[in-house]
């Protein structure tokens, strides 16, 4: 599943432009950050000309890297306001295909009227909901409220239990199932006018003699099909409307910020926890089920994940992406600490991990990996032979820049390979070496210096499906010349790498 919160549009929302290749500053000023003096403006002014297109800009590339994200029976949930509605849907029909559509939920964010609002007091956001194929993707049943049960009764001692009635005729007419039903008490009754059962002759009569059809109490009204509670009890097909009384508002997300951060909001308008906990619901969320955020703001998604995995007993993963957007100087959250969004969101997380496991008592594991884009490990070692001079010692220079630790040359190396980031790392030691063993030896990585044959023997004999060296950690000629013959002696089945 993906859930995106993205900016609005409103005339105050900072809009992104891409392009990493450049300097803080000349990103700054080239993205309409900044102006000529060098301040900092994050708006996209209606009085731009390019209004709406830069935000359709903007998002659009996103949304076909998320279509591509989608597993098969996937789904992506996009919260937005009026200014961009409609636009996004035309983008998202013509992204995800009309065909994949699955609806579009009004949800009440506000709980009050604004009196001061120019024409309407704006109470709702929408959320647009399309399917990667609509064909996989099924919806998760929400669960029965009492008030739902309520409305089952059983005044007629119905052995099959609490039943509620339902109209037995349709308006697609067919002349085979017009027919007259005597009721119980002997009162011909027909379907009314332009209608007709909804089932043949034959059946009706086998349902009235299952008790299946209730004429009343008198036996003399027309019949109604029994709906049987027990058949029902899967769970309710959510609606488009969402009332802030079940899903909470805005107010509602800000105070449960709040109460993370010692009575300080730091965001306005953070979704409601109970909002995401219905989302995760109908996207059907399962174990196996990875949920992404890329517009993650204060990671109100992370948390309702943790909730979610603790009160239905699931194993949600999820990955929230956010840009380092800078924190105003004058804020209570930049003289707390915080430098970025990223920052906050990272606290956030860990609060709530914290509170949920301390409130609950639940074993759950609310630790996480936070990861920043960055340039490549490598040094730039190509050089064209005109440009090579004898006894240049760069030829057997290293490799690797001096300021990289060896958790940044394991994190490489699993993305190199496809080792899931998410995957479980232990560091040991091994005659004084740091020894990295990702998902239980699947991979092993060692990246100091001197490596000894001592060091080299004790990994191939735990038989690493990958084993991982520097290029410069041998200790010495023999080393390097003995390695191959090593892993061929304890492990030849292992795939040797040297970065």
């Known amino acids: 599943m993906i859930y995106i919160d993205p900016p609005y549009n409103t005339g105050n929302d900072f809009i992104y432009e891409d392009d990493f290749y450049q300097s803080i500053e000349e990103y700054g000023e080239n993205s309409g950050q900044r102006d000529v003096e060098g301040n900092r403006m994050v708006q996209n002014l209606e009085s731009n000309g390019r209004f709406h297109t830069d935000w359709l800009n903007m998002i659009y590339p996103r949304l076909r890297i998320a279509k591509d994200f989608l597993s098969d029976d996937g789904v992506i949930f996009i919260s937005i306001g009026d200014n961009e509605s409609e636009n ?4 998202c029909n013509e992204i995800f295909g009309m065909q994949n559509y699955v609806g579009t939920v009004v949800w009440e964010r506000a709980f009050s009227p604004k009196n001061d609002a120019k024409y309407f007091s704006v109470s709702h956001d929408f959320i647009l909901v399309y399917a990667k194929k609509i064909n996989n993707f099924v919806i998760g049943k929400l669960p029965r409220t009492d008030e739902a049960n309520a409305r089952y009764k059983n005044p007629d001692n119905d052995p099959r239990g609490p039943w509620a009635a339902d109209n037995m005729t349709v308006k697609t007419y067919s002349a085979t199932y017009d027919y007259p039903i005597t009721t119980p008490n002997g009162k011909v009754v027909y379907p009314t006018n332009g209608r007709c059962w909804f089932t043949s002759k034959e059946k009706m009569k086998k349902l009235i003699d299952e008790g299946r059809v209730y004429f009343g109490t008198n036996g003399e009204n027309m019949p109604r099909i029994k709906r049987y509670l027990a058949d029902v009890q899967q769970g309710m097909t959510p609606t488009t409307i969402w009332k802030y009384e079940e899903v909470g508002h805005n107010q509602e997300g800000r105070q449960e910020l709040k109460k993370l951060f010692d009575d300080k909001g730091y965001f306005d308008g953070p979704k409601p926890q109970r909002l995401m906990a219905k989302i995760l619901t109908v996207a059907a969320v399962d174990n196996s089920s990875i949920v992404l955020d890329f ?6 998604t992370a948390e309702a994940i943790l909730h979610h995995n603790v009160k239905v007993n699931k194993n949600v993963k ?11 100087a004058d804020s209570d959250a930049y003289h707390d ?50 440009d090579m001079k004898q006894n240049q010692m760069d030829l057997f220079a290293d490799n690797i820049k001096e300021d990289r630790t060896p958790e940044d040359l394991l994190i490489q190396v699993m993305l190199d390979l496809g080792v899931l980031l998410s995957s479980k790392i232990e560091e040991t030691e091994i005659a004084g070496k740091k020894v990295f063993s990702v998902e239980n030896g699947y991979l092993i990585a060692c990246f100091d210096e001197n490596v000894t044959e001592e060091v080299v023997t004790a990994i191939a004999k735990q038989h690493p499906y990958y084993a991982v060296f520097r290029d410069s950690s041998m200790a010495d000629d023999s080393v390097a010349a003995n390695f191959e013959q090593i892993f061929m002696t304890y492990s030849p089945q292992t795939v040797r790498k040297v970065l």
């Not at 996004?88 to 983008?91: F, N, R, Y």
């Not at 517009?295 to 109100?300: H, P, T, V, Y």
């Not at 990223?342 to 509170?355: M, T």
């Open 88 to 91: 996004l849907k035309a983008m």
């Open 295 to 300: 517009f993650s703001g204060s990671a109100s």
């Open 337 to 386: 600490g915080y430098r970025t969004i990223c920052d906050i969101g990272e606290e956030r997380i860990r609060r709530a991990g914290k509170k949920i496991k301390e409130e609950t008592g639940a074993d759950i594991d609310y630790g996480f990996r936070c990861f920043k884009v960055d340039s490549s490990n490598m040094k730039d070692v190509y050089y064209k032979p005109a």
């Open 318 to 328: 999820y990955i929230m992406v956010q840009l380092p957007e800078d924190i105003p």
